[in-house]
């Protein structure tokens, strides 16, 4: 389990993140939803270290990521994987070879059990013989795939994406999606993920937190959502007329 608390985070005198509060629960995907410049994406750089908090706690599992030592946190990293908005492929690299990467850097495995389990993780991820082309040979929605290969190759307890769906098609997006909760629950990862996606906050969504101007606004399950009586968040959540009509139909029903 990941805790946050008290968590604040200023860039010289301006506060973007206030005294935020919040559990992320094994084995579930925890969303983090809010418009843009809520303070999403600094959040989650501060959960896995990218950022340094101004004040406050960030627990791994009871561990406080912000007092522990520099082997300290590398020994932790190890225990995390990441999707990055853009998939972030070295282009230089087969697809092979980019699942890999982690592996060939903290993995005491043998070349061969190296390349095995990055063949393991490219078929979970439906990628079947594309090891040997380069990222740049395969479509948008195949490199977040790959992205997720990369992400589990050492079998991460804790798995963070950063609008893992960000330029990409409904139904690809919905793949990825699919993906990453399979993922999650087959392999019991805590995930946490920031997304504006409403399909995937209805989708996938099974502990969300709304955050607006830097604050917690509410965090529940996405059948709570339909039933909020937070103002904020259902200015937010019902902007869209599809969502406004799937609450009213609920309220009438």
Not at 51 to 80: A, N, Q
Not at 225 to 246: G, H, V, W
Request: proline content about 2%.
């Amino acid at each position: 389990m990941i805790e946050i608390k008290h968590l604040c985070k200023s860039f010289e005198d301006k506060d973007v993140l206030t005294d935020i509060n919040a559990v992320f629960e094994d084995g579930k995907t925890n969303l983090i939803i809010g418009q843009s410049g809520s303070g999403k994406t600094v959040l989650i750089k501060n959960i896995v270290g990218l950022l340094e908090p101004t004040s406050g706690e960030i627990l791994y599992d009871g561990r406080d990521f912000v007092t522990l030592t520099k082997k300290e946190r590398t020994l932790l990293r190890r225990e995390m994987g990441m999707i990055f908005q853009s998939a972030a492929l070295f282009d230089s690299m087969t697809v092979l070879e980019n699942v890999m990467f982690p592996l060939d850097m903290y993995s005491d495995m043998n070349e061969a059990d190296r390349i095995k389990r990055a063949e393991f993780c490219l078929a979970r991820v439906d990628l079947h013989d594309v090891g040997s082309k380069m990222p740049g040979e395969l479509s948008g929605g195949m490199q977040k795939r790959v992205a997720i290969a990369r992400a589990i190759a050492l079998n991460p307890k804790y798995l963070f994406c950063d609008e893992p769906n960000s330029g990409l098609d409904p139904k690809t997006s919905l793949v990825i999606d699919d993906l990453i909760s399979g993922i999650t629950h087959e392999f019991g990862i805590t995930t946490i993920m920031n997304t504006h996606d409403m399909n995937s906050v209805m989708g996938i969504g099974e502990n969300i937190i709304y955050i607006e101007k830097g604050r917690k606004e509410w965090q529940g399950s996405k059948d709570e959502i339909m039933t909020s009586t937070n103002e904020k968040l259902n200015s937010f959540i019902f902007a869209s007329d599809l969502f406004r009509k799937i609450k009213e139909t609920q309220t009438c029903s």
